[in-house]
């Protein structure tokens, strides 16, 4: 019941409460990779970052390969601006799910922030060619295109 109304409140935007009762369902449950997730997420949307990353390092810890985990944890890097940790993650991801789109988009971004705008724009391209409506990728793509163009560099691909 506890997750289940910590859910409600995470999906209203109510991240206090949301992370306060997931919070209290882990009291019960210290092992669920689920809740360590979900909780993990809250703590992210409220900018308590460091906090975040300990529950999604407990819930690989418990099961290294959680996507969800390593995905979110991978964003939480990159929010703090640890750009080479968060591609590292990114690489790990895909390694295991080369068709994660998202994980493509993102380690783009990644890229984007590290100034490798060619290697992000191949990246941004490759979540293009597995997810072809997934508008971040496509939007990421464009402005990427768009500076390289502007600098003399790549030409667009269509």
Known sequence: AL??????YFQMGQMDKAQYLL???LKIDPFSTDLLCIRGGALA???RLDDALALFDKAL????DFLEALCNRATALQMLERYDEALAVFDAILAQ?????????NRGST???LGRLEEALADFERALALNPILEAAR????RIQGMLQ?????????
């Open 3 to 8: 997750k289940a109304l910590g859910m409600i």
């Open 23 to 25: 919070g209290e369902a």
């Open 45 to 47: 949307q409220m900018k």
């Open 61 to 64: 810890s418990l099961q290294p």
């Open 97 to 105: 799910r080369p068709d994660h789109d998202l994980s493509w988009n």
């Open 111 to 113: 890229l984007v922030a």
């Open 139 to 142: 939007s990421n793509r464009d």
């Open 150 to 158: 502007s600098a003399g560099g790549a030409t667009p691909s269509a």
